[in-house]
């Protein structure tokens, strides 16, 4: 999540800041290269809109038609591939990441977000009774030598079955399964573009 994020910054940066870079980079390849490079103030005709020859500068083609739009379109992809819900599942299996004890558990955002994402799944008084698992779990796991040196939800899952835990946290249990078997689309999308960052 945290990557998805910074993501977004680093691409509102870019849109906001990269352009003066960019020129300045090119350039400096171009001075190097012994290539031409057009005059920034000069008018520039765009033959392919209807636009009058001394519409626009060149400086301004090449920042709000090629740059800005490049930009905003990878934007667009990174907000395609990380839909509200992707991004509420990825929240979701942050917040019940199992290394260091549980000690990132957020139990308000685990309750918030399972009923938000499976609200056929979960009802409100489940939703009640998941705050209590979680909260004797977060207790738990630190003390219970057979529940720690987790690394991944699917651990939990697997060492919460073996101990037994499943049927003291069933709800825990639920959640966690459901989180693992993601509609294979999301999931496709989501780790796909994670791969790319």
Same mark, same amino acid.
């Given at each position: 999540?945290?990557? !998805?994020?910074?993501?977004?910054?680093? &691409?509102?940066?870019?849109?906001?800041?990269?352009c003066?870079?960019? +020129? $300045?980079?090119?350039?400096?390849?171009?001075?190097?290269?012994?290539?031409?490079?057009?005059?920034?103030?000069?008018?520039?005709?765009?033959? &392919?809109?209807?636009?009058?020859?001394?519409?626009?500068?060149?400086?301004?083609?090449?920042?709000c038609?090629?740059?800005?739009?490049?930009?905003?379109?990878?934007?667009?992809?990174?907000?395609?591939?990380?839909?509200?819900?992707?991004?509420?599942?990825?929240?979701?299996?942050?917040?019940?990441?199992?290394?260091?004890?549980?000690?990132?558990?957020? +139990?308000? !955002?685990?309750?918030?977000?399972?009923?938000?994402?499976?609200?056929?799944?979960? *009802?409100?008084?489940?939703? *009640?009774?998941?705050?209590?698992?979680?909260?004797?779990?977060?207790?738990?796991?630190?003390?219970?030598?057979?529940?720690?040196?987790?690394?991944?939800?699917?651990?939990?899952?697997?060492?919460?079955?073996?101990?037994?835990?499943?049927?003291?946290?069933?709800?825990?249990?639920r959640?966690?399964?459901?989180?693992?078997?993601?509609?294979? $689309?999301?999931?496709?999308? !989501?780790?796909?573009?994670?791969? &790319?960052?």
């Amino acid at each position: 999540m945290d990557d !998805v994020v910074t993501t977004e910054k680093l &691409i509102q940066n870019l849109r906001d800041n990269g352009c003066d870079n960019l +020129i $300045s980079d090119v350039t400096l390849f171009c001075g190097k290269q012994g290539i031409i490079l057009p005059n920034m103030a000069d008018f520039c005709a765009d033959y &392919i809109r209807s636009r009058a020859k001394n519409e626009i500068t060149v400086e301004h083609h090449y920042r709000c038609d090629i740059f800005t739009v490049a930009v905003d379109q990878q934007a667009q992809e990174l907000n395609c591939r990380f839909s509200e819900q992707a991004t509420e599942l990825l929240r979701l299996c942050t917040s019940l990441d199992p290394r260091d004890s549980l000690s990132s558990l957020k +139990i308000d !955002v685990v309750c918030s977000l399972a009923s938000k994402v499976y609200p056929a799944d979960f *009802s409100e008084q489940e939703i *009640s009774t998941l705050r209590l698992q979680l909260q004797h779990c977060a207790l738990d796991v630190p003390t219970n030598s057979m529940l720690q040196i987790l690394t991944t939800i699917a651990n939990l899952c697997l060492r919460l079955a073996e101990t037994r835990k499943s049927d003291d946290y069933y709800l825990i249990d639920r959640l966690i399964r459901l989180v693992l078997t993601l509609p294979v $689309s999301t999931a496709e999308r !989501v780790f796909f573009y994670s791969e &790319i960052f």
